[in-house]
């Protein structure tokens, strides 16, 4: 069993180390994470559990779909539409997932649960929009910490 991660979340790693300790085998395709590269925090803590892991660049999600048999990631609210706000990139990874016809699940502890119904990544609470966008070599770069997916 292959199971892709996304992101950092203490409760994903807390239910993948469970899961190990009561003898599931499986092995874990974690995505970098960028701009934070948290990818990197979620690889060490579950190979310091002995769990397989390996790392991809987020934009291989398309890649190895195929090789996973779900996607299990976290989130920093979940919202009364049944959406959630989660690491920039979290929808992305949805919508491949979806195509793919593969499980997309989410852990989350319930005080994350929150009374928004946003519709797009513009109705986000404002500790999740986007910061003014940086500027090198005369372009403009923009990093946005979070997404909506619905």
Known sequence: MAILV?????????????????GVRFKVIVTQGQPECDGFKTASTLQEAGIPVEMILDTAVGYVIQEVDMVLTGAAGVCESGGIINKIGTFQVAAIAKE??????????????CRL???????????EK??????EQGIKIRQPPSDFTP
């Open 100 to 113: 793919a016809k593969k499980p997309f699940c989410v852990a989350s502890e319930s005080y994350k649960f």
């Open 6 to 22: 996304h992101g950092y979340s203490n409760v994903v790693c807390g239910c993948l180390q469970h899961a190990a300790k009561s």
């Open 130 to 135: 986007e910061q003014p966008p940086r500027v």
């Open 117 to 127: 119904y946003p519709l797009s990544p513009t109705d986000l609470p404002d500790a």
